[in-house]
């Protein structure tokens, strides 16, 4: 079963704005990370953030872990519409498990 | 340097023949998994290999097998193919075994099964 659930399933947003996806999880686990996909195409690795941090930045992405509470957010900042994809939160445990992903539609 | 490669991208096989899937991964990259992606399951683990050994299987029947060799290239086989088979299988590979560092996925292979 998967171990993440993310939140919204899509998101269509206007160029320019920003857009933040959520995923909540279960079990411990060693990092988290994020995963943005293109129609039928592989994974490409966004950015991992470990369990002893709370917030991380690449470019304009931004990701925050609460341990507590078991869930992450990602932003991305001043979407563009090659941003249009699918993301997928994956957390590393004693297993590697995805979410069910976010949808993600920029409109130009 | 080369991304991940898998062979072949698409493949349309028969209910109850079997399929074998290659993956190669990054040149330095020890750690082969699979993946099933299907639009009603999402992305489900089957297995990973490290230093041609198991070391961590998902929830699929023994239909679904794989080996890594010495140069860490990967194959999957499913066997007796069903129709609920067909799906996009994806492989990644990593430094290390687990996923301290991330993966990087392949493009895919695009399963049906007809």
Redesign the interface.
């Known amino acids: 079963s998967?171990q993440g659930e993310e939140d919204p399933q899509a998101l269509s947003i206007q160029e320019g704005e920003n857009a933040t996806m959520n995923c909540s999880y279960k079990t411990s686990i060693?990092?988290l990370?994020w995963?943005r996909q293109n129609s039928?195409?592989?994974?490409?690795?966004l950015i991992?953030i470990r369990s002893n941090e709370r917030e991380k930045h690449s470019g304009r992405l931004r990701v925050t872990l609460d341990t507590s509470k078991k869930s992450s957010s990602l932003l991305i900042t001043a979407s563009r519409a090659a941003d249009t994809a699918s993301y997928?939160c994956?957390t590393?445990g004693n297993?590697?498990?995805?979410?069910?992903?976010t949808s993600l539609t920029v409109i130009p | 340097k080369a991304g991940?490669t898998?062979t072949p991208r698409y493949l349309i096989k028969t209910r109850g023949q079997q399929v074998t899937l290659s993956c190669s991964p990054i040149s330095g990259h020890r750690s082969v998994?699979w993946?099933q992606q299907t639009p009603g399951q999402?992305?489900q683990?089957l297995f990973?290999y490290f230093s041609e050994t198991q070391r961590?299987k998902?929830n699929f029947p023994g239909r679904f097998s794989g080996r890594q060799f010495s140069n860490s290239r990967s194959e999957m086989n499913v066997s007796t193919l069903e129709l609920g088979d067909s799906a996009?299988y994806?492989c990644?590979s990593s430094l290390e075994q687990?996923?301290?560092?991330?993966?990087?996925?392949?493009?895919?292979t695009?399963l049906t099964v007809v």
């Open positions: 998967q060693n990092n990370q995963y039928g195409r592989g994974l490409v690795h991992l997928f994956a590393a297993q590697f498990y995805f979410g069910t992903g | 991940v898998q998994s993946y999402g992305l683990f990973e961590n998902g996009l994806l990644a687990g996923s301290i560092y991330g993966y990087t996925f392949g493009s895919g695009r």
